[in-house]
């Protein structure tokens, strides 16, 4: 195919890059500017993902527009790529008006460090079911000073790769629990490691999302955002889990009800009361989703009226 000519461009671009795999190559990251080669392109699936400062995105135009490179070379990759993928001026310079950002102050986790607040960070997460590999997955970080000052930071992307959304959590228990910025809730919650041809797993919090590990959405609260709700349906998603605190059955019963309006499976998985996804962990939450059945109109009904299932 077009593979050579791609790799070309993107070496003239990036410079000479060094093999990982089939397709897959490391360059030295531009926005980073880090000695080794830890920018990763895959020139079959488009995606590229630096490792250090987790700069990333789906498609290589999305790399030309952060490097602000000049139209013609947009013009050049479009001949390249034909009719497989293209790319809209008008359309993608709408974006980003307010582009949201991490906190200057943020240090990723995979990072080791001998700061207290590193430790205490290490040992929060640790307490909640947070493994090394999703430290790396979400990368997750924290703050030792500025705004979100003793907090572990949760990124969350969209399918884009871009940054939609971010938690703060703090560490030391503090009464003020979460910290968060002041921007639009109506988005997708972990998007970009959403597979949509799969059953996905409708959840509170970031924590409860990646304690279910496989295809789960945050709400970020107990309702459902109306550009989630209206990509699932345009998905067409054939199943949907809805685990929500025992305290938000209500918002459970009309989320079903809106999917199960437009022809969607919907199971509502109920846990112990006190209890939810991030602290039960993914082995006994795995045997709530097994044994759960069909949510039926009947059953909503039910719930409306105060009536146990």
């Known amino acids: 195919m077009y593979t050579q000519e791609l790799l070309s461009f993107i070496t003239k671009l990036l410079g000479r890059p060094h093999i990982h795999r089939n397709n897959e190559y490391a360059f ?17 699936t488009y995606k590229w993902h630096c490792w250090v400062c987790n700069e990333r995105g789906r498609t290589f135009f999305q790399l030309l ?13 479009n001949d390249i790529l034909g009719d497989s993928v293209s790319y809209n001026f008008k359309e993608t310079d ?5 582009k949201l950002f991490l906190p200057k102050e943020f240090l990723p986790l995979y990072i080791k460090s001998d700061s207290p607040n590193y430790k205490h960070a290490m040992k929060y997460i640790k307490n909640r079911g947070i493994t090394n590999k999703d430290i790396i997955k979400y990368n997750i970080g924290y703050c030792e000073e500025g705004e979100y000052r003793n907090r572990i930071i949760i990124p969350s992307y969209d399918s884009n790769g871009n940054l939609n959304y971010f938690v703060g959590r703090d560490f030391y228990d503090s009464k003020l629990k979460y910290k968060n910025p002041k921007v639009s809730k109506d988005i997708i919650g972990f998007d970009l490691f959403i597979n949509w041809n799969l059953p996905i797993v409708l959840c509170e919090g970031v924590f409860d999302a990646m304690a279910i590990k496989r295809n789960a959405i945050p709400l970020f609260g107990k309702t459902i955002p109306k550009t989630l709700a209206k ?3 345009e998905k067409r998603v054939k199943n949907i889990y809805i685990s929500l605190d025992n305290d938000a059955q209500k918002d459970g019963v009309k989320i079903s009800k809106h999917f ?20 039960i ?21 039910k719930q409306k009226l105060g009536i146990s299932i």
């Open 28 to 44: 030295n990251c531009p926005f980073c500017n880090h000695h080794k080669k830890k920018l990763q392109l895959n020139l079959e």
């Open 65 to 77: 527009k952060r490097l602000k490179s000049p139209k013609r070379l947009f013009s050049e990759l």
């Open 94 to 98: 709408k974006k980003d008006d307010k």
């Open 231 to 233: 990509k699932i349906i």
């Open 260 to 279: 199960m309006d437009n022809g969607i499976s919907v199971n509502n998985i109920r846990l112990p009361q006190g209890e939810d996804p991030s602290s």
């Open 281 to 301: 962990g993914f082995s006994k939450f795995l045997t709530y989703i097994n044994n759960s059945v069909n949510t039926t109109f009947k059953d909503i009904m």
